[in-house]
């Protein structure tokens, strides 16, 4: 059968698709028995040489959107607009969409998948989260018969990298997002990754599908990693983690928890052992028990074969005139748990007078807290006179654990908390 | 939709088959469309009290087989006959099929897949292979666009427990073994998973997916763990290696290299990560790059996952009456690597008398057998006036290092040759 496509913009991962679906034509229709036709390709520069045949480009969004003859939209432009309006359009013309778009999904997807429910035709977004590492076909096919119980994951490469850096070479963050930019990891405004953006985004669509329910990025709680501190990943050498930028969603008590921020992972944790700029997502499910997905999240390549992966996908739903996904359901207005009610263990690190008392003033403010020390370290600090110490706590509430760090960042005795990490 | 389910067998994967289905129907279906209905379940013993209603058991497999009424029929017996034959039986009376059985779909996957393409019915069996790990998906939908380069794996979880044992408790094999039979991890003969054999039927299932290729479980070269000597855990740790079950495919140069043994696996490399009887399968393809899967791959809970999702994943296609995987090829008689021209690195320990010349004498044969040295430890032996001596290699031939290994065995100087691994 053929599939008749119009791609949506031709940079890193369109001229990767474009590349598989002109180059590969034959062999992929041997294999899958899908002639994958590219029939147009929306390029903001027309006159920019470019490796595919001059008829397929255009530079008008109609003529991709607006020819009936095309039957699946290939979204790859990214941002929020025009990419929402186009694929709004597709789908109400009634074709079918495959997006890498991850803003777009985030804010928009619930309201996309419905619309298309409602026009009888797909959306598909494997390539909007995690690269080719399949992971929405996991929520929506392999995990259904499982209650998703929480997500733990590594969705950022280039903070991965910048942390990766910063752990290895003793570099402090602003080196390390410079190398990470020179070695193509990080954009020259590197906010949206080093701030959680991206992460975030990620995030609440995987928490979307794994919970049926909207959650929108602004309800992810978010830390970026701008004041990971060098000093702490020899600590936590010491201690046996390593400081990863978590992305965790889980639903304890029946409201959705959602939240991305940097932590310090056990050693031993699967999480902690992701280099570079890889993603790693730990799934556990109430049949599964635990999952972990793994590969590179990013770039043309990784991104292309989940989109032409899509599109074989597709094809075979449209070739039968029907379509096999789960429909897709999304609780409107889902309970959060607010950040205050969170519990997790927790990591300080504080500057304190060398002198009696400091122990137990801390210690009955943490108590008092309703936080329970897990562990202490206490070592010469570089300043004279002063000592670092480092806790990590069991299991608390958010609420008590910044009480507690602000009650001991006013005692007399202490002169600065330098580090506040939850510990997963 | 309904979904009329007939089960055959219910053992620790079916019982919990079962349970899902009959205990979560009404949420399963509120979430996914799907009111799956158990209709009748095969047990051997009638008698036997169970947790669910006596009126859908039956001794007879005809009353499953032969019932119209039920579109899907769900093979949990195991064991090569009689459940072939059942499954062929359905097939044949247009029923669709879900199974979680790798020694038939190993032996006769191609067959029944064939059949059931012809019949225009569907095979499921995600559950024959690691679990709950989405493994069959991820290559027939997800990877789909990819040639896929390399499978590297920890398919056996009994082994992989049995060799962690061995590593951390520095246990002989048969302690560990007896270790893992009391912890419920092997079974009372545990032949079938020291020898390889299970890993060798997962193996040729994910070989035939990946290749599109007839891979018989015969065509997995295949050496067990009953050999694995304690003493190379403590060389391993040493150079930097874990000792784990491999189990790996590739198609250089077109033919297909399959083969299951122990293997020095980096202690870097995501495998060497796989604790206790965990699974996990790395893919290369050649768009995603690496990417990396890992879960429970054995057990009631994470099988009865995958089986339910793939009914679920079933009566979408159903539903519209049309079937939207990919038709699966295979190449009747594709080409086989022999084991002779395989190409790996090696680790080769050997106990030699402490005198001049031995180095001498063994460089020299691996110089003559094309093999070359990448690192030697030489240390002293429990026994007096001997050295045991260490070497890794770099790539080469599978013959020059079997005859090397020979010719070393022979030197009047060399005691014995303790250990030889591949090094992945």
């Known amino acids: 059968m053929e599939l008749q496509v119009g791609l949506l913009g031709l940079g890193t991962v369109g001229a990767q698709v474009a590349e598989r679906m002109l180059g590969r034509r034959e062999a992929i229709a ?92 797909e959306v598909y977004f494997e390539a909007a989260v995690g690269g080719g590492i399949p992971l929405i076909s996991t929520f929506k096919v392999d995990l259904i018969a499982n ?72 309800d992810v709680y978010r830390e970026g990693i ?20 978590l992305a965790y969603a889980a639903r304890p008590g029946g409201r959705i928890e959602v939240r991305v921020h940097p932590a310090m992972v056990p050693s031993h944790h699967p999480l902690a052992t992701v280099e570079g700029a890889n993603n790693a997502v730990q799934i556990t499910g ?26 074989l996908d597709l094809a075979h739903s449209v070739r039968k005139g029907a379509f096999n996904r789960v429909a897709m359901r999304f609780d409107p207005n889902p309970a959060l748990l607010p950040m205050a009610e969170v519990r997790s263990r927790a990591y300080l690190r ?9 122990l137990a003033a801390v210690g009955s403010i943490f108590a ?23 806790f990590t706590t069991h299991p608390a509430l958010e609420a008590g654990l910044q009480a507690a760090r602000a009650r001991i960042a006013g005692l007399d005795q202490v002169k600065t908390v330098g580090a506040f990490y939850r510990v997963i």
């Not at 929402?84 to 495959?98: F, N, P, Q, T, W």
């Not at 008092?368 to 480092?390: F, N, P, R, Y």
């Open 30 to 121: 041997e294999r899958t028995g899908v002639d994958l036709r590219l029939r147009r390709v929306l390029v903001r520069d027309l006159a920019r040489p470019r490796g595919i045949p001059t008829e397929l480009l255009t530079g008008r969004p109609e003529d991709i959107l607006d020819d009936p003859s095309i039957q699946v939209v290939v979204e790859l432009i990214g941002g929020e607009e025009p990419a929402r309006d186009y694929l709004e359009r597709a789908i109400r013309a009634g074709k079918h969409v495959v997006t890498a778009n991850k803003v777009v999904m985030a804010k928009h997807g619930p309201d996309l998948l419905e619309l298309a429910g409602a026009r009888d035709v």
């Open 147 to 218: 209650d998703i119980e929480q997500i733990a994951a590594v969705l950022n490469g280039t903070t991965n990298y910048v942390l990766g850096r910063m752990a290895g070479a003793g570099i402090g963050f602003q080196e390390a997002v410079a190398e990470a930019q020179s070695a193509g990891f990080a954009e020259a405004d590197p906010s949206s990754d080093v701030d959680g953006f991206d992460a975030a985004y990620k995030l609440s669509i995987l928490a979307s599908i794994a919970f049926g329910a909207r959650v929108h990025p602004d």
């Open 226 to 245: 701008r004041e990971v501190d060098p000093l702490d990943f020899r600590y936590a050498r010491e201690l046996g983690y390593e400081i990863k930028l």
């Open 286 to 311: 109430d049949l599964v028990g635990e999952v972990l997905l793994w590969g590179q999240g990013a770039g043309g390549r990784p991104t292309a074969s989940a989109v032409v992966g899509d599109l």
């Open 350 to 358: 504080l500057r304190a007078l060398d002198e009696p008392g400091v």
């Open 368 to 390: 008092e807290e309703g936080v329970s020390i897990a562990s202490m370290i206490q070592k010469d600090s570089v300043e004279e006179g002063t000592a670092e110490l480092v």
